[in-house]
């Protein structure tokens, strides 16, 4: 670890800590040390949960020290047990208490904490870091499957290398940048920031989710990255501040020092990216998967608003006759699942080295990739129309009194709603007079004749929300079933 202009901020214990990454080497050395005692090395794989904070930094680094591969583990997910058993886990790493996993789990469980606050044995000044392939697998992820098992995917050294190489020559971040970082660190792409501040030595900020607003006036960061509910958050708190103080800019109330915002893992309306260049501030929209990594970026120079950019470093696109958007790239994530349901892995997997996506796209005359939505969430009409949810879901969140939109129609004569409001204070009248105003200029087809109202939001902790802020469409069609249902008596 050679940076000496590279910084991490971050919290521990509850209080703010701030180390440059030189500072941080004898305490990645000691965890080392520490894990290797324990006996892991390069063959074994760890789980963890962990907030984000320093302990989730260092057990990383340490880990990535000694060729450890970690696999982050979600809070609330009652399948560990089938992870730890069918990846042959040799333990959990866990920080703060709160985040254990359930007691009968039939795993050792490590504290994270104990990596530093105890003395090692033995203590080796000159543990020699492992030295990794290209093709080498450095982290796991695991993500939803289509029989309720998760997937679990293994991350290559080449890809990441491929999507830090790749945005550092987009963007060209600097010693002056301040990366802002609040998603979970369980998400590899999270850590990218860190791995980039190490090399590229800038300074990344790492705080939980609830200490995003907190982090942009103290932190004054010059980077956010964020999904796009967050950005709607923002620009609904900015508006409704700037009605009583004209003179505040969007600026001043990201901290000060913002050049550029980044989006990415779900659909963003149109007119909320627009906002932010109007203010001055870029908002830049990115699409990728964890199957491939990066695929296409917008960045300074490179951008087109409603498009989710250009193909990214070392990338092939093609479509399929459904239009669906199929990727290769030069340094591939990975060539298969390590643990998936048989349909899953052929669905996606092509014999011929490209990834099936699931989205629906095209590329306009200037090479800009747009995404219509997804094939298995297209609906289908009684009448044989087909209609993309996910555009219509975003017009409608488009509007300051709806917070969110799920569609519903499969096999049926017409598509109804599930609105969730702003606030509790919005009725139905309110709702309807909105959705009126929609249709009045959708194709008949898109219409909404119906809906009903929600207003109960969706979170991780009632499972309808994922960690990324995306609607686990499944789960909500199943949980208000009934409720659609009664919209076509």
Known sequence: MKSSAGKLIAFHNRKRVEYTFLELHPLVLRGASY????????????????????????ADLCCLYCGIKLLPLERNDDSHQYQCDNLKLGGILVGNIHYAPPDRLSIPLIKIGEFFDSEVENFQIDFPAFSYGPRDVLSFKSTSGSTGRPKIIGQSV????????GIQHLFNHSRQDRILVFLPLSLLQQRYWLYSAIYYEHTVIIVPYEYLFTALKKEKPTILMGVPHIYELIYNEFT???????????LDYLGGQIRYLWTGSAPIAKELVSFYFDSNI??????????????????????????????????????DEEQQILVRSKHPVCHQYELSAEEDYSRVFRKDGYVATGDIGYIDEDGYLFINGRIKEMIALSNSKKIIPSGIEAKLMAQPVIKRCVVYGDNKPYLTALIIPESQNILFDTIQQVINNYNESCKQEEYIYRFFLQYEDFTEFNNLLSNQNKIKRRNILEKFKSEFEKLYE
């Open 158 to 165: 080449e890809s990441v290398e491929n999507s830090i190489c």
């Open 282 to 319: 870029p908002l830049y929209q990115g699409y990728g998967m964890n199957e491939t990594g990066i695929i296409a970026k917008n960045g300074p120079h490179v951008n087109r608003i409603g498009s989710v950019g250009k193909l990214f470093h070392n990338m092939e696109l093609k479509f």
């Open 240 to 250: 409704s501040i700037a009605k009583k103080n004209s003179e505040l800019s969007l």
């Open 35 to 58: 894990l290797k005692q324990k006996g892991f090395n390069r063959e074994t794989i760890l789980g963890i949960i962990c907030s984000n904070d320093l302990e989730w930094v260092l």
